[in-house]
């Protein structure tokens, strides 16, 4: 799967003239290759003969006319070269406009190169560029594959950006070999069940329970300070850098989770989660809990787009701790205190959450 990073360039002056020097040298040779394309067709269009005979001319042939083009990365001006194709393509096949000529001030300021042999290549905070050496890079964003193509460009705004294209591992798509229902819970964070009728209960990690206990206790603290004074934002500072922390440490726990999920299953089935719900709820404790189930669900989409698994929300008023999982007839309500429960119908005797996400998987079929 090919995947494009983005990232901030800070060249230094050298390279910013260099870099200046291939955007017009790019944009020059496309439009001395259409030029002569042009040429070619006003001159002969009349005898498909001669227009098949007479080739355009292609980049390479204009480096010996004009010097400062062997200055310039080699493979950048091939893919302006392929970028004139690709414009002639669209316009025979897909009826796109006539390719036109590339104006200094209106057209992008950017070229494209290859990675050929690792000439292209990530060194810590700096980036190997072909013909510019390394360039510092604001590398925000690890990636983790073999690098195809890069595309240097400029804002209007003068600032310098690389947008990497990179060829990342491919998952092998398998059609709902494994699916998954999980149902979210207070007591356990997830409660989830798979087709092979393996159910998993997920708790909190003790540690992060804890740091949520203290978290409360914080808030309280900060509750009891006098408004206005100088305890009180003492405070309120600590309570902003807990609240960091028990945040990286849920965000870490909900990633091994959601990964876990999403590598092993094709289908998973969640809960729709109600926004009015949570805004009604000014309880810290809950608004946690509530905080933790919105990331994960937005970690589950992400990876399974990601992943090209199939991820289905529940009905935003499916029942699925009233309905019995074996015969299918709704229980009716239960309070959070009822764990367990025997049908009426069926007499079957259910774990309420396992019962839950048993629904969910149901869903799937
Ligand atoms: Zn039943």
Not at 12 to 32: H, P
Not at 289 to 317: H, M
Request: hydrophobic share 35%; charged share 30%.
């Amino acid at each position: 799967m090919l995947k494009a990073y983005k990232y901030r360039l800070h060249p230094n002056n050298e390279q910013k003239i260099y870099f200046a020097k291939s955007f017009g040298s790019v944009r020059f040779i496309y439009n001395q290759m259409l030029a002569n394309r042009i040429e070619l067709y006003t001159k002969y269009k009349d005898d498909k003969e001669l227009l098949k005979v007479n080739k355009p001319r292609t980049y390479t042939s204009f480096k010996y006319e004009y010097e400062f083009l062997k200055e310039i990365d080699n493979l950048a001006l091939a893919n302006a070269q392929l970028d004139l194709n690709n414009a002639y393509k669209k316009f025979f096949k897909e009826g796109a406009g006539f390719p036109k000529f590339k104006s200094k001030s209106r057209s992008k300021k950017s070229y494209k190169t290859n990675n050929q042999g690792g000439n292209i290549r990530i060194e810590e905070n700096k980036i190997k560029l072909p013909k510019v050496g390394f360039v510092k890079i604001k590398y925000h964003q690890q990636f983790d594959g073999l690098i195809k193509s890069c595309t240097v460009s400029q804002s209007p705004t003068g600032k310098f950006y690389v947008s990497i294209l990179v060829d990342e591992e491919d998952y092998e798509w398998i059609p709902a070999k494994n699916k998954i229902g999980i149902d979210l819970g207070i007591t356990h964070f997830a409660i989830t069940s798979n087709d092979d009728g393996i159910s998993e209960k997920y708790n909190n990690p003790k540690f992060l329970r804890k740091a949520e206990k203290k978290l409360i206790k914080a808030q309280k603290a900060l509750s009891r300070k006098k408004k206005g004074s100088k305890n009180r934002n003492k405070a309120r500072l600590i309570l902003a850098k807990k609240h960091e922390k028990v945040a990286n440490q849920r965000r870490d726990f909900l990633h091994k989770l959601s990964y876990k999920i999403t590598s092993e299953n094709q289908v998973i089935v969640i809960e729709t989660l109600r926004s009015s719900n949570m805004l009604k709820n000014h309880k810290l404790a809950k608004s946690i809990s509530d905080v933790s189930w919105y990331e994960f669900t937005r970690q589950l989409e992400y990876k399974s787009a990601w992943l090209g698994r199939t991820l289905i929300k529940a009905d935003r008023w499916f029942a699925s701790s009233q309905i019995c999982s074996n015969c299918g007839v709704n229980g009716g309500k239960k309070t959070l205190d009822i764990r367990e429960w025997t049908c009426v119908k069926c007499d079957s005797v259910h774990d309420r959450d396992i019962n839950a996400s048993i629904n969910l998987l149901n869903l799937a079929n």
